[in-house]
Nanobody, 125 residues
């Protein structure tokens, strides 16, 4: 059974930082592209960032470029999202995802693989 378990969310002031983690089990982690999405209640889920299977390539949504960094540790079956210079509009539930899809296609509704349960990030202004 595949499980993706996110952690690291919480409440932070605007301008602060958080690091999200997503621990994967039940799959051969190094054969999956990994990424993060976020969702605000009443809105559609939004792509945030993705990293290729080897970790050599990354892809970001425009609103987070230069502030967020995605990385992975294949030995630990974990993907990370370092979030810096947080803004109030980054407030959302953040979801980890695993799929075998080119990371440049992740913003286009093509991710249908595995999802975590989400972790809340709240940025106070």
């Amino acid at each position: 059974q595949v499980q993706l378990v996110e952690s690291g969310g919480g409440l932070v002031q605007a301008g602060g930082s958080l690091r999200l983690s997503c621990a994967a089990s039940g799959l051969i982690f190094s054969t999956y592209d990994m990424g993060w999405f976020r969702q605000v209640p009443g809105e559609e889920r939004e792509f945030v960032a993705a990293v290729s299977r080897s970790g050599d390539s990354t892809y970001y949504a425009d609103p987070v470029k230069g502030r967020f960094a995605i990385s992975r540790d294949n030995a630990m079956s974990t993907v990370y999202l370092q979030m810096n210079q947080l803004k109030h509009e980054d407030t959302a539930v953040y979801y980890c995802a695993a799929d075998r899809v080119a990371i440049t296609n992740w913003p286009h509704g093509t991710v249908t693989g595995y999802w975590g349960q989400g972790t809340q990030v709240t940025v106070s202004s």
